[in-house]
């Protein structure tokens, strides 16, 4: 049932995504380069989600956060590697295709990344392993993706999809909920 | 704090402690409540406001993480239904403000910065709780809350207030009730005191107070009563014993003195005031040196130096005092000084009068220096006063005299008139040898009739003089006693004190030799004796009789004469003669009495010779009955000393028992001048051997000084011519006028004559022709011894 959903999102979305990768990419190549607050902001995010969402048990000796296709955030992001999430070392892969973030526990998929196929590959490992999926604008989530950066008075928002989430198998806290903008998706059941 | 309280009555003291103790029970419980509510009151605003800031601060992790302010603000607007609280921050982990809140009645600013290390506080009445928010061992920010606790404070004290309020009205109702029973108490110590005043003030012991209950005071009050009846049985003792011991003190014969350490009179008996002739109160303060003698001050003074210098010993010494009446009084200071804790070196001064005992022993000092009846210088000091003299010629090479007087004929003065008339012939002629001598010159009476004179500064020939004057002026006195006059010569001995003479004794003995050489020669003369004087030498002869004599006596080496009297007329008589003594000295020379007899009487061995004598005669006569029987009278002589001595009569009547000698056929002949000296006991004695049946003759009669006058006196049965009158009796007319007289008087008298010295047949027959009675004398028999008689 989820996956039917999946895909039948990831055909809806899609063409909206690419557009707005490729129109992203095209007016700016590098968007950490240009705003690193912005990215430092979301580095810190993507490691605050840490504390609100309960990964269930596995035998991973590191909790991996894997940057899908073109990544954004350069160096600004490597800090994240000294820190730790439930005494397990945090690791950072940058991974070029969603192939090998079956063991990702934050799978992020840039904006950049213009390739549809990355986003519906992202989507797919997340329905299958218990990943969170981070992306970039409401569209993410609206196409099926867990928790979106947006701008909003020219702070950095999340725009989570609750249902995506619910279904995931991971456990989100309440008081994540207060602070983001959440979408009750349609299910797919 | 105790000390004021000490001078509060018992019922305030007692008030004073229920008071303190309730206030201060208060003022604990007060205390201790005020901060064990404030304490709690604190915790728990403290605890409270943590587990808000601890919530709110849980509830905005995700705000925090999440930057969304405006949820923090929601969540620390929950605040504002704490009132306490009047603002309240959040600062992310940057510590930067994130959010705050603040109730709208707060105008201050709020939110300060946050500085690392802020802790929950009090700050007054404000209660600042910080709180870090933690999630998953991270700091996600800080939580700080404000609150004003005042008016919380307020109202805990109010109550706290009122609650003291309520105990304070409860203490005071509880002692106004207590005080009235604190009497209960206080009421009887206040009776006892009153009694123990009334005792005190009216110094009435026999008062008693009175129990009134069984408690510690009703102890207290019996303890008390016999206290008090202790104290009345020792203050009566004391009272007698302080009577006693004042009349002791006041009593007491000497003048007693407690003096300051410059003399002054602290206090004084009432005897010691009284022989000043002042009052004790009028003594006190005066200086004791105002009544010291001003030649005796210096002493006096040197008393207290004494007593200073040496503070254990007691002091003593005789001073004068001066009355206030003048009277000066010999006192024996006794003085120690006495240090008591208030007074330093103050006096204890004991006066005894010693006035008295210093008249006494000024003049027993007087009369053992000074003769009484003439008042001169006595031998003894005298002698003392010449052994200077002597000693300081030693030294001084001076040139003085020393003249030792005689009287003759003052026995006659003192026998015929008595001794009241020799004393004031002593007294008189003492006055007048005093008047002819210089002023320097020491006249003494040293014996009887014997004076001596000490010239100072005066040679020989000086001396010589003066002592001839002295015989004259001695001499021409004429001396009147009851209607008769007496003229006295004097005898006088010089020698001469100089560097080269010997002791004072020797110097007296030279003196007193050349006194005896004067009278030797005939008295009334001055006699300077020298050292190699004749006549003194024979003198000094006798002393070597004193020896020979003794030796004599002890080993017989006299012996017995005879010489045969006989009566002038033809009547016919039984043997009579006069028993004489010889010496045969070791040569077997018999030496004549005339040899040793001055040196037996003047050496005191007189009567042991006369001792000797008769016991002898008697022996010799108990051994020839044939004699005795022939014997009509046997004459013995006997010295002067014999007549006064004491164990001569019971020596005699002893020895007539022992040989059995009959009384009547015994002459005890005396001279005139033993007789003389010792007239009254010479007419005891002679009395005495009269009434036994022995007769007496008188020796010498005629060439001594006497008179007819003692004739009477003497009851002796014969006269003896002195032979100086017979052997010239055929040439001189003289003798043969006192012959005839001595004779006719004697033979009115009663008593048979005998003429000594008949040397041959015309005085015999002229004897015969004046009708003396006996003969005797180297023409009618020389002297033989005894057995020749026969």
């Given at each position: 049932?989820?996956?039917?959903?999946?895909?039948?999102?990831?055909?809806?979305?899609?063409?909206?995504?690419?557009?707005?990768?490729?129109?992203?990419?095209?007016?700016?190549?590098?968007?950490?380069?240009?705003?690193?607050?912005?990215?430092?902001?979301?580095?810190?995010?993507?490691?605050?989600?840490?504390?609100?969402?309960?990964?269930?048990?596995?035998?991973?000796?590191?909790?991996?956060?894997?940057?899908?296709?073109?990544?954004?955030?350069?160096s600004?992001?490597?800090?994240?590697?000294?820190?730790?999430?439930?005494?397990?070392?945090?690791?950072?892969?940058?991974?070029?295709?969603?192939?090998?973030?079956?063991?990702?526990?934050?799978?992020?998929?840039?904006?950049?990344?213009?390739?549809?196929?990355?986003?519906?590959?992202?989507?797919?490992?997340?329905?299958?392993?218990?990943?969170?999926?981070?992306g970039?604008?409401?569209?993410?989530?609206?196409?099926?993706?867990?928790?979106?950066?947006?701008q909003?008075?020219?702070?950095?928002?999340?725009?989570?999809?609750?249902?995506?989430?619910?279904?995931?198998?991971?456990?989100?806290?309440?008081?994540?909920?207060?602070?983001?903008?959440?979408?009750?998706?349609?299910?797919?059941? | 704090?105790?000390?004021?309280?000490?001078?509060?009555?018992?019922?305030?003291?007692?008030?004073?402690?229920?008071?303190?103790?309730?206030?201060?029970?208060?003022?604990?419980?007060?205390?201790?409540?005020?901060?064990?509510?404030?304490?709690?009151?604190?915790?728990?605003?403290?605890?409270?406001?943590?587990?808000?800031?601890?919530?709110?601060?849980?509830?905005?992790?995700?705000?925090l993480s999440?930057?969304?302010?405006?949820?923090?603000?929601?969540?620390?607007?929950?605040?504002?239904?704490?009132?306490?609280?009047?603002?309240?921050?959040?600062?992310?982990?940057?510590?930067k403000?994130?959010?705050?809140f603040?109730?709208t009645?707060?105008?201050?600013?709020?939110?300060?910065?946050?500085?690392?290390?802020?802790?929950?506080?009090?700050?007054?009445?404000?209660?600042?709780?910080?709180?870090?928010?933690?999630?998953?061992?991270?700091?996600?920010g800080?939580?700080?809350?404000?609150?004003?606790?005042?008016?919380?404070?307020?109202?805990?004290?109010?109550?706290?207030?009122?609650?003291?309020?309520?105990?304070?009205?409860?203490?005071?109702?509880?002692?106004?009730?207590?005080?009235?029973?604190?009497?209960?108490?206080?009421?009887?110590?206040?009776?006892?005191?009153?009694?123990?005043?009334?005792?005190?003030?009216?110094?009435?012991?026999?008062?008693?107070?009175?129990?009134?209950?069984?408690?510690?005071?009703?102890?207290?009050?019996?303890?008390?009563?016999?206290?008090?009846?202790?104290?009345?049985?020792?203050?009566?003792?004391?009272?007698?014993?302080?009577?006693?011991?004042?009349?002791?003190?006041?009593?007491?014969?000497?003048?007693?003195?407690?003096?300051?350490?410059?003399?002054?009179?602290?206090?004084?008996?009432?005897?010691?005031?009284?022989?000043?002739?002042?009052?004790?109160?009028?003594?006190?303060?005066?200086?004791?040196?105002?009544?010291?003698?001003?030649?005796?001050?210096?002493?006096?003074?040197?008393?207290?130096?004494?007593?200073?210098?040496?503070?254990?010993?007691?002091?003593?010494?005789?001073?004068?005092?001066?009355?206030?009446?003048?009277?000066?009084?010999?006192?024996?200071?006794?003085?120690?000084i006495?240090?008591?804790?208030?007074?330093?070196?103050n006096?204890?001064?004991?006066?005894?009068?010693?006035?008295?005992?210093?008249?006494?022993?000024?003049?027993?000092?007087?009369?053992a220096?000074?003769?009484?009846?003439?008042?001169?210088?006595?031998?003894?000091?005298?002698?003392?006063?010449?052994?200077?003299?002597?000693?300081?010629?030693?030294?001084?090479?001076?040139?003085?005299?020393?003249?030792?007087?005689d009287?003759?004929?003052?026995?006659?003065?003192?026998?015929?008139?008595?001794?009241?008339?020799?004393?004031?012939?002593?007294?008189?002629?003492?006055?007048?040898?005093?008047?002819?001598l210089?002023?320097?010159?020491?006249?003494?009476?040293?014996?009887?009739?014997?004076?001596?004179?000490?010239?100072?500064?005066?040679?020989?020939?000086?001396?010589?003089?003066?002592?001839?004057?002295?015989?004259?002026?001695?001499?021409?006195?004429?001396?009147?006693?009851?209607?008769?006059?007496?003229?006295?010569?004097?005898?006088?001995?010089?020698?001469?004190i100089?560097?080269?003479?010997?002791?004072?004794?020797?110097?007296?003995?030279?003196?007193d030799?050349?006194?005896?050489?004067?009278?030797?020669?005939?008295?009334?003369?001055?006699h300077?004796?020298?050292?190699?004087?004749?006549?003194?030498?024979?003198?000094?002869?006798?002393?070597?009789?004193?020896?020979?004599i003794?030796?004599?006596?002890?080993?017989?080496?006299?012996?017995?004469?005879?010489?045969?009297?006989?009566?002038?007329?033809?009547?016919?008589?039984?043997?009579?003669?006069?028993?004489?003594?010889?010496?045969?000295?070791e040569?077997?020379?018999?030496?004549?009495p005339?040899?040793?007899?001055?040196?037996?009487?003047?050496?005191?061995?007189?009567?042991?010779?006369?001792?000797?004598?008769?016991?002898?005669?008697?022996?010799?006569?108990?051994?020839?009955?044939?004699?005795?029987?022939?014997?009509?009278?046997?004459?013995?002589?006997?010295?002067?000393?014999?007549?006064?001595?004491?164990s001569?009569?019971?020596?005699?009547?002893?020895?007539?028992?022992?040989?059995?000698?009959?009384?009547?056929?015994?002459?005890?002949?005396?001279?005139?001048?033993?007789?003389?000296?010792?007239?009254n006991?010479?007419?005891?004695?002679?009395?005495?051997?009269?009434?036994?049946?022995?007769?007496?003759?008188?020796?010498?009669?005629?060439?001594?000084?006497?008179?007819?006058?003692?004739?009477?006196?003497?009851?002796?049965?014969?006269?003896?011519?002195?032979g100086?009158?017979?052997?010239?009796?055929?040439?001189?007319?003289?003798?043969?006028?006192?012959?005839?007289?001595?004779?006719?008087?004697?033979?009115?008298?009663?008593?048979?004559?005998?003429?000594?010295?008949?040397?041959?047949?015309?005085?015999?027959?002229?004897?015969?022709?004046l009708?003396?009675?006996?003969?005797?004398?180297?023409?009618?028999?020389?002297?033989?011894?005894?057995?020749e008689?026969?």
């Amino acid at each position: 049932m989820y996956k039917n959903y999946f895909y039948k999102k990831q055909l809806c979305v899609l063409p909206r995504l690419l557009f707005f990768v490729f129109c992203v990419s095209f007016f700016s190549p590098s968007i950490a380069e240009e705003n690193p607050l912005e990215y430092k902001i979301k580095a810190a995010y993507l490691y605050n989600f840490t504390k609100f969402i309960s990964w269930p048990e596995n035998d991973s000796e590191t909790f991996n956060i894997c940057l899908v296709g073109k990544d954004p955030f350069g160096s600004i992001i490597n800090p994240i590697e000294t820190r730790k999430v439930k005494n397990k070392p945090i690791r950072l892969f940058r991974l070029e295709t969603t192939a090998d973030t079956r063991h990702c526990q934050i799978v992020y998929l840039s904006s950049l990344t213009k390739n549809p196929a990355t986003l519906v590959g992202v989507l797919t490992i997340a329905s299958l392993t218990p990943s969170l999926t981070v992306g970039e604008l409401k569209s993410f989530t609206q196409s099926g993706g867990m928790i979106a950066f947006f701008q909003k008075q020219g702070k950095v928002k999340l725009h989570i999809n609750l249902t995506v989430l619910r279904n995931s198998g991971l456990d989100i806290s309440a008081k994540l909920l207060e602070v983001a903008e959440v979408y009750e998706g349609e299910s797919n059941d | 704090m105790i000390k004021p309280l000490q001078n509060l009555s018992i019922q305030k003291k007692l008030i004073s402690i229920l008071l303190f103790s309730s206030i201060s029970g208060l003022a604990i419980a007060a205390f201790f409540i005020l901060l064990l509510e404030i304490t709690v009151f604190k915790q728990n605003a403290e605890n409270e406001l943590s587990t808000m800031a601890e919530l709110i601060g849980n509830r905005s992790t995700a705000a925090l993480s999440f930057d969304d302010a405006s949820l923090a603000k929601e969540n620390l607007s929950s605040l504002e239904q704490v009132k306490t609280v009047q603002f309240a921050c959040l600062y992310d982990k940057q510590g930067k403000l994130f959010t705050s809140f603040k109730v709208t009645a707060y105008q201050g600013s709020a939110c300060p910065d946050l500085y690392a290390g802020q802790i929950t506080n009090f700050k007054q009445t404000s209660l600042n709780v910080y709180k870090t928010i933690i999630l998953d061992a991270e700091i996600f920010g800080v939580v700080y809350i404000h609150a004003n606790l005042e008016e919380a404070f307020l109202q805990k004290l109010q109550f706290i207030i009122l609650l003291f309020v309520v105990l304070l009205l409860a203490t005071v109702v509880t002692f106004l009730l207590t005080t009235p029973l604190l009497r209960v108490i206080t009421a009887p110590l206040k009776k006892l005191l009153t009694t123990v005043n009334n005792i005190s003030k009216q110094q009435d012991f026999s008062q008693r107070a009175h129990r009134q209950s069984n408690d510690e005071v009703g102890e207290l009050v019996d303890a008390f009563n016999n206290m008090v009846e202790t104290v009345e049985h020792q203050n009566n003792a004391l009272i007698v014993a302080k009577n006693h011991y004042l009349a002791l003190y006041d009593d007491n014969p000497t003048m007693v003195f407690h003096l300051s350490a410059n003399g002054d009179i602290v206090s004084v008996n009432r005897f010691g005031a009284k022989q000043l002739d002042l009052t004790s109160e009028k003594l006190r303060n005066r200086s004791i040196f105002d009544f010291i003698h001003p030649d005796d001050m210096q002493a006096a003074k040197m008393l207290f130096d004494l007593c200073i210098a040496s503070p254990h010993k007691v002091h003593k010494q005789e001073i004068r005092k001066v009355c206030r009446d003048g009277r000066i009084i010999w006192v024996r200071e006794t003085a120690r000084i006495i240090n008591t804790e208030h007074q330093q070196n103050n006096f204890l001064l004991v006066c005894e009068d010693v006035t008295e005992t210093k008249r006494l022993s000024a003049k027993i000092e007087y009369q053992a220096s000074h003769d009484a009846l003439t008042g001169l210088v006595n031998r003894t000091e005298f002698d003392t006063i010449l052994q200077m003299t002597v000693e300081k010629a030693k030294h001084d090479d001076d040139e003085h005299a020393l003249c030792y007087l005689d009287l003759d004929q003052f026995k006659v003065v003192n026998d015929t008139s008595g001794h009241m008339a020799g004393d004031e012939l002593l007294k008189q002629l003492g006055d007048v040898l005093k008047a002819h001598l210089r002023k320097g010159d020491l006249l003494a009476r040293l014996g009887g009739d014997e004076f001596g004179v000490l010239m100072n500064d005066c040679s020989l020939e000086h001396a010589f003089l003066v002592c001839e004057q002295l015989r004259n002026v001695v001499r021409d006195f004429q001396f009147a006693w009851e209607d008769r006059s007496f003229s006295v010569g004097v005898s006088i001995g010089i020698t001469s004190i100089n560097i080269s003479t010997g002791n004072a004794v020797d110097i007296l003995k030279e003196a007193d030799a050349a006194c005896y050489a004067a009278k030797d020669k005939g008295r009334n003369r001055v006699h300077v004796f020298r050292p190699d004087d004749e006549e003194l030498a024979s003198r000094q002869g006798e002393m070597q009789w004193v020896e020979k004599i003794q030796k004599g006596l002890d080993e017989n080496c006299f012996v017995l004469y005879g010489q045969l009297i006989v009566p002038i007329s033809s009547d016919k008589e039984g043997l009579h003669f006069e028993t004489l003594v010889r010496y045969i000295d070791e040569n077997g020379n018999t030496i004549p009495p005339g040899a040793f007899l001055p040196a037996a009487e003047r050496y005191n061995l007189a009567t042991a010779l006369d001792k000797w004598v008769i016991s002898h005669l008697f022996e010799w006569l108990a051994k020839h009955p044939d004699c005795l029987d022939k014997l009509t009278i046997c004459s013995v002589n006997l010295s002067g000393l014999s007549l006064s001595d004491e164990s001569m009569f019971d020596f005699i009547t002893k020895i007539f028992s022992d040989y059995c000698i009959p009384k009547h056929k015994i002459c005890f002949e005396i001279t005139e001048t033993a007789a003389i000296g010792n007239l009254n006991s010479a007419t005891k004695f002679i009395q005495k051997l009269r009434g036994m049946g022995c007769s007496f003759s008188l020796d010498d009669f005629g060439s001594g000084l006497s008179s007819f006058a003692y004739l009477k006196n003497l009851p002796v049965d014969y006269l003896k011519i002195d032979g100086l009158f017979v052997k010239d009796i055929l040439d001189d007319k003289v003798d043969l006028a006192m012959v005839k007289s001595i004779n006719e008087v004697g033979h009115v008298m009663g008593k048979k004559t005998i003429a000594e010295f008949v040397e041959n047949k015309e005085i015999f027959d002229l004897l015969n022709e004046l009708g003396v009675d006996y003969a005797q004398g180297y023409g009618i028999a020389k002297p033989v011894p005894l057995d020749e008689l026969l």
